[in-house]
């Protein structure tokens, strides 16, 4: 057997001499990767967005129809899903989210609703039909959830968020196509930080929102390029203990950290299929305690982990 020899890939940003104090560095390497195109388990067909929980990396399987989970190294250990318009059945499982206790909230896209699961993948409730009603989608992406049961859902079509109880009850709205401060263009994501705020990626606009809890607009970054802070289509987002947010920059292969009012703190991740690098990355989750961090690389038909070093 010829030993083979892994040298981490390493990138890394200095936030001190940008005025910075925390971090004073922080630096990501590459991890490992798994999954490729198929249906078996630990397989994918267009793997959306993946999340992390308790020890355990859950993976939206878009066109297998299904949520796959991990262990934090790529392990298979289940599954749950399948195709079809039943109870605990998709068509295309776009992209979830995760409450505080676990529960799982699915985006089930051509079937235009919601699904709620318990962590063990038993099917608990669902809400929303086709339309553009209160309550209804057009095209259900990202979900995100507050500490306090609110669920916040993207749609791209709609273009809009819409907000409802953990139960599926319909709370209140924002957005509507545009570009001005609060519109939206195409947004795919959604996230929820320490003090309730909430982040949408503004795809079609090439940049991120930021609003209160009740949808009061905040504050924005990002405009379309390849620099740092610009974006080519941000597509998913994360946070970690410290409130980073973190930027899945689809078309430029990357993924890019910023503060929580948008100051730019670092980026990793290039084009192409080698280790450490990205293709169409899409989802993007963080475990909270140790840093580390898994991204959907979509196009690669895999899930990358990068880990910070301290």
């Known amino acids: 057997m010829i030993p083979i020899l892994v040298f981490p890939i390493i990138f890394s940003f200095n936030a001190a001499a940008f005025g910075q104090s925390q971090p004073q560095n922080l630096t990501f390497t590459y991890l490992t ?3 490729s195109a198929g ?3 630990g397989q994918f067909d267009g793997q959306n967005d993946v999340d992390f929980f308790n020890g355990k990396v859950y993976v939206a399987d878009y066109a297998n129809n299904r949520i796959q989970v991990f262990d934090p190294n790529g392990q298979f250990l289940t599954k749950f899903g399948d195709s079809g318009e039943g109870d605990g059945q998709f068509r295309k499982a776009s992209a979830l989210s995760m409450d505080s206790e676990g529960n799982i909230y699915l985006a089930d896209q051509f079937n235009f609703r919601m699904q709620k699961f318990s962590n063990d993948g038993t099917f608990l409730t669902k809400w929303g039909t086709e339309g553009e009603a209160e309550g209804q989608f057009l095209h259900p992406h990202v979900p995100a959830n ?4 609110k669920v916040f859902v993207t749609d791209r079509e709609r273009a809009d968020v819409q907000v409802f109880t953990d139960d599926g009850q319909f709370l209140y709205k924002w957005g509507g196509v545009g570009e001005g401060d609060g519109q939206l ?3 795919e994501s959604s996230i929820v930080d320490s003090q309730g705020n909430v982040y949408i990626t503004d795809y079609g606009n090439d940049r991120i929102q930021k609003f209160s809890n009740d949808g009061t607009f905040l504050t924005k970054w990002g405009t379309r390029g390849e620099a740092d ?3 080519k289509g941000p597509a998913g987002l994360s946070i970690d203990a410290n409130d980073k947010i973190y930027v899945t920059d689809k078309n430029n292969n990357r993924i890019q950290v910023f503060t929580s009012d948008g100051q730019f703190l670092t980026k990793f991740g290039n084009a192409g299929s080698g280790d450490g690098q990205l293709s169409q990355p899409e989802g993007i989750g963080v475990d909270k305690e140790s840093g580390t961090v898994y991204v959907a690389d979509t196009g690669n038909t895999r899930i990358v982990v990068f ?4």
């Open 33 to 35: 990767s798994w999954g």
């Open 39 to 41: 249906e078996g388990d």
């Open 146 to 149: 507050d500490a306090n049961g």
């Open 185 to 187: 263009s195409d947004p």
């Open 229 to 231: 802070g610009q974006f």
């Open 307 to 310: 880990e910070p070093l301290v």
